[in-house]
C-alpha cells in the first residue's frame, strides 16, 4: 500500500549517499557529561550555541545515532515537536585528556541535539491543555507510530508555557532490546505500533491528527533519502541499513495515516 503518486526508488537514495551532509559548526568547550546510559557530552560550539554530543561507538552504539539524525528530521518534516539536531566536529585537542568511566571519546563528527534551558523532563503525555500541546502532540503521536518509538521522553519548556519537545530517539525502531534486523522491519510495516501510552489523554485537537496524516502521506522517497544522507559515513551505519530504513518509513506511511484519520474522529 503507497501513498498516491510517489513510488520507490534508489536514485535518490544514491544520490544523497553520495553527498553526505557536512558538520555545521566545531566544539570549542566541553562543559560535563550527563550519567545516562549513551554518556552525552554538554559543549560550547563555535555557532554559539549549545548542544548535547554524542559519539560513535558510544554505550549506545552507532546505529542509535543515526536514528537520533533520522527520526528528529522525519519529525521535522511531519511537523513533530522535536529538537533540532546537528553534526559538531570534535578536534583531537579536545578529547585528549577528557575521560568518560576510564574511556577518552574519539574525535571526528560527533552527533549533536541543541540543548533547551528552563524545562522539566518526563516520560508521560500531559499538559496537554498548555501552549498549543494539543495540537503538537498528535504529530508526536504520527511520529511515534511511523519509526517505532520506545522510551518516551519529553521536555516541558517552563518559560514557554511548558511548550513540549520530544528528545532522544536512538532506541526507536524497535530497538530497545537490540538493534533491528530487515526482517523485524518487514513484520511490521503494515501494523499498528503501540500508542506510548495505554489511554491518549483528553483535549487532543482531532483537526492536528488529519493534518499529521496528510504530513506523513506527503513525505515522499526524496525527503528520506536526503535524510538518509544526513548520516555520516563516520558512524559506521552501512548503506544498506539507511536504505531499510528508508524504504520501511515509505512504506509504513499509508498504515500510519489511515490510523491518524481514524483517530481524530475521537477528539472533536
Avoid at 536514528?67 to 583531537?92: E, F, W, Y
Avoid at 532490546?177 to 530487515?182: G, I, L, T, Y
Wanted: aromatic letters at 8%.
Amino acid at each position: 500500500m503507497t501513498a498516491p503518486g510517489d513510488a520507490w526508488s534508489d536514485a535518490a537514495l544514491i544520490k544523497a549517499l553520495a553527498h553526505r551532509a557536512p558538520v555545521e559548526a566545531s566544539a570549542q568547550l566541553f562543559i560535563r557529561h550527563a550519567s545516562t546510559g549513551a554518556k552525552p557530552i554538554l559543549a560550547v560550539a563555535d555557532n554559539g550555541k549549545s548542544y548535547w554530543l554524542k559519539w560513535p561507538d558510544n554505550p549506545h552504539g552507532s546505529l542509535s545515532l543515526a536514528h537520533k539524525m533520522i527520526v528528529a528530521q522525519v519529525g521535522q518534516l511531519i511537523g513533530a515537536p522535536v529538537r533540532p539536531v546537528a553534526l559538531i566536529h570534535v578536534d583531537p585537542a579536545l578529547v585528549e585528556d577528557y575521560y568518560i568511566g576510564g574511556e577518552r571519546p574519539v574525535a571526528g563528527t560527533f552527533f549533536a541535539s541543541e540543548l533547551l534551558h528552563d524545562v522539566e523532563e518526563h516520560t508521560t503525555i500531559t499538559r496537554v491543555a498548555r501552549d498549543g500541546n494539543s495540537h503538537r502532540f498528535p504529530h508526536y503521536l504520527a511520529l511515534w507510530d511511523l519509526c517505532l518509538g520506545t522510551d518516551l521522553q519529553l521536555l516541558y519548556h517552563l518559560t514557554e508555557h511548558h511548550q513540549v519537545w520530544s528528545i532522544d530517539h536512538g532506541l526507536w525502531f524497535d530497538s530497545l532490546e537490540a538493534d533491528w534486523s530487515p526482517d523485524l522491519l518487514a513484520e511490521r510495516v503494515d501494523k499498528h505500533w503501540p500508542w506510548p501510552e495505554e489511554a491518549l489523554p483528553a483535549g487532543l485537537d482531532g483537526s492536528a491528527f488529519r493534518s499529521a496524516a496528510d504530513a506523513v502521506d506527503g513525505l515522499t522517497g526524496t525527503d528520506l533519502a536526503n535524510i538518509m544522507g544526513s548520516v555520516p559515513l563516520e558512524s559506521g551505519v552501512s548503506d544498506q541499513s539507511l536504505r531499510a530504513l528508508a524504504m520501511f518509513i515509505h512504506a509504513r506511511r499509508p498504515t500510519v495515516s489511515q490510523r491518524l484519520r481514524e483517530s481524530a474522529d475521537s477528539f472533536q
